[in-house]
């Protein structure tokens, strides 16, 4: 989307470029400034032509790797908390951190979760009654990225939302964390 937009932009200031030049070089008789039109468009042009793919190219191989996690609720008696999180990106979340807040506290039981491919769900089966969840995590790239369910919304940003707030050297690794028996 983007990269069809800045080629349509380029364009018309190409036409928009050429058509004031021999505009000018025919009103005034003046046509050896044709050819110094024609040389600067055909550099133009060729520039466009080579760099416009470059930026095209780099654009959509980042975005195609960008991992986007999202959390949802399974309400079935044999699930503990419900809470699950699903990667719906194109790439690998690493370095994911979860954690909750409570109507009453602050966020809490921040716990650092195994790597998540494409369309692997995970149960977040220590979360305990959240009013908000929100993950941090990055990309293979190393970018870093927040995923954030407040009232049943999800919100996407760039960056790390959390990287003052919370004591990521305190997160307890997700296999601490004993996984309630199963009632049948």
Known sequence: MVATFL?????????????????????????????????????????????????????NNRENKKPV???????????????????????????IYVSEKGKETDWNNLTLCYPMGINVPKELFWLKSAISLAATYIDASGKEYTSICEGNLSKFKKGNSFKKAWDFSIAKPEFNHEKPAQVF
């Open 69 to 95: 996690l999202v959390f949802y609720r399974l309400n079935s008696p044999d699930a503990s908390s419900g809470w699950n999180l699903i990667n719906i990106g194109h790439g690998p979340a690493l370095d």
């Open 7 to 59: 080629s349509i932009i380029a364009c018309s200031f190409l036409l928009e470029y050429f058509y004031c030049l021999i505009h000018f070089a025919f009103l005034h008789n003046n046509f050896k400034e044709i050819n110094i039109i024609s040389i600067s468009l055909s550099i133009i042009a060729l520039l466009t032509s080579v760099f416009l793919p470059i930026f095209i190219a780099r654009y």
